[in-house]
């Protein structure tokens, strides 16, 4: 069982910036791919940003060059930084672990982008 546990949400004019962090239970954290997804008002939830167990990364093309994932092994981390915030960013943003077939999510984190 891996839990996962959201904080840095909140609520921010367009153009400003977040950090979420991710913080995940387990001694084999460096064995999970991580990810963030979202959910929008009315839409499907969606892959923001995905970090291999090696530390490779792939983005959805809306916040290439805005958004960047990464990941801390020794603490059992992983943050999104999230810049140049727009309101179409507005959603709950969800922790995901990937490990041994499994998906794992965390609870979400509000996350509200005023024009």
């Known amino acids: 069982q891996v839990q996962l546990v959201e904080s840095g949400g909140g609520l921010v004019q367009s153009g400003g910036s977040l950090r979420l962090s991710c913080a995940a239970s387990?001694?084999?954290?460096?064995?999970?791919?991580m990810a963030w997804y979202r959910q929008g008002p009315g839409k499907q939830r969606e892959l923001v940003a995905r970090?291999?167990?090696?530390?490779?990364?792939n983005y959805l093309d809306s916040v290439k060059g805005r958004f960047a994932i990464s990941r801390n092994n020794g603490e059992n981390m992983v943050y999104l930084e999230m810049n140049n915030l727009k309101p179409e960013d507005t959603a709950v943003y969800y922790c995901?672990?990937?490990?041994?077939?499994?998906?794992?999510w965390g609870q979400g984190t509000q996350v509200t982008v005023s024009s």
């Open positions: 970090i291999s167990r090696a530390g490779n990364t």
């Open positions: 387990g001694s084999i954290f460096r064995s999970y791919a």
């Open positions: 995901n672990a990937f490990f041994a077939g499994l998906d794992y």
